[in-house]
């Protein structure tokens, strides 16, 4: 018997299994497009649809490098405007102290200065003098001998810090270093018993010999013994001001650039000459600031000028004799224990005097150190 049609396959007559999709249904998990079906995402879960989550990535390193760094900018600029508030503070501090001084001798000199005769003429020690008749001989002495002094310690302070910077071996230069910064530690009362009871008498041949041979120059004639006399009291402060002018002037002779002095020797030039041609004018508004240094000790100075020099009055260019001459600071501690009323205002006005003097001297130096800044590394 003839059969008819085609032999059918096994695989297209077998039935479908129970529950399986029918032909051209997208697989579970794989979304239906026109174009066909894209794949599932791989590790999705078949059948469980993909819930939209927020972003939980984590911050990367640079991210928190940026906050900590903000974090520690913001901290350091709380300590610098602390800094600079402290530090302003204090800068002000200085000038509310100096304004502070002056306002008050200002006003505590203001009853005698605006005294009458006959008032100031009930103080017994200004002799019927006015306020700028007293004061007059007083400043006159105060600088003469604070003069004095600067010509005698200036010299030998310049050449002991050449010495000890230039000249002398390590050694020796850190134990003459040693001696300067202790003499500068001595108390000036020491140095007044020292000047009233040996110095005077070692100084008495000296002076003597400077009036029998230059006694026609009117400022060394008239000595007389014991030495209480306006040079000698310049001595002593001489001694007093040489370690504060030395010490400032060794350190600026150390800073001058080892090139200048080695381009100096190479030239040819000796030693001193290269000391005159390169350290000193390098050095030179440092041995002005050390001068006025110096010189504001000695303008102040009172103990020692007092167990030594014999006050007196004048404006008198008299070296030798004693009674010539007396200082501000001197005269006030010598009369401020006794003083009372008017003539406690009549003395603050001469500690006034002193106030103005010394500012103006340090203003002075300043001046000179400005312009000569230009020629010298030391400012």
Do not use: C
């Amino acid at each position: 018997m003839a059969v008819t049609g085609s032999h059918a396959s096994p695989e297209a007559t077998a039935p479908a299994p129970a529950g399986a999709a029918p032909e051209g249904t997208p697989p579970q998990g794989a979304a239906a497009t026109p174009g066909g079906t894209v794949p599932p995402r791989r590790g999705a879960q078949p059948g469980r649809a993909e819930a939209a989550r927020p972003d939980d990535a984590q911050p990367d390193g640079a991210t928190v490098a940026a906050e900590v760094f903000l974090r520690a900018s913001g901290t350091r600029r709380i300590a610098d405007k602390v800094f600079h508030g402290l530090s302003a503070a204090a800068g002000l501090t200085i000038l509310v102290v100096l304004a502070a001084v002056a306002v008050f001798l200002v006003l505590r000199a203001w009853p005698a200065l605006t005294a009458s005769d006959d008032e100031l003429a009930t103080i017994s020690w200004l002799r019927g003098a006015s306020i700028a008749e007293y004061v007059g001989p007083l400043v006159f002495g105060t600088l003469l001998s604070a003069l004095l002094a600067l010509v005698i310690a200036v010299p030998l302070s310049v050449g002991i810090a050449l010495f000890i910077s230039h000249y002398a071996p390590r050694r020796a230069a850190q134990a003459l270093g040693y001696v300067i910064d202790l003499l500068a530690a001595i108390p000036s009362v020491v140095y007044g018993l020292w000047g009233a009871l040996w110095l005077s008498g070692v100084l008495d041949p000296v002076f003597r010999w400077l009036t029998d041979v230059l006694g026609g120059v009117p400022v060394f004639e008239g000595y007389a013994a014991p030495a209480r006399n306006v040079l000698m009291a310049a001595t002593v402060l001489a001694v007093m001001i040489l370690p504060i002018i030395t010490a400032v002037a060794r350190e600026v002779f150390l800073q001058t650039p080892r090139l200048h002095e080695e381009a100096a020797l190479a030239l040819g030039a000796t030693r001193w000459e290269m000391v005159r041609t390169a350290v000193l004018p390098f050095g030179r508004s440092g041995l002005v600031s050390a001068a006025m240094l110096g010189l504001g000790r000695a303008l102040g100075e009172t103990m020692a000028v007092l167990m030594i020099l014999s006050p007196g009055y004048l404006f008198s260019f008299f070296l030798l004799k004693p009674g010539q001459h007396q200082t501000i600071a001197a005269n006030i501690a010598a009369k401020f224990p006794e003083a009372s009323g008017l003539s406690v205002s009549v003395l603050i006005a001469t500690g006034l005097a002193l106030f103005v003097i010394t500012f103006a001297v340090n203003m002075v130096a300043r001046w000179i150190i400005a312009r000569r800044a230009e020629f010298s590394g030391a400012s």
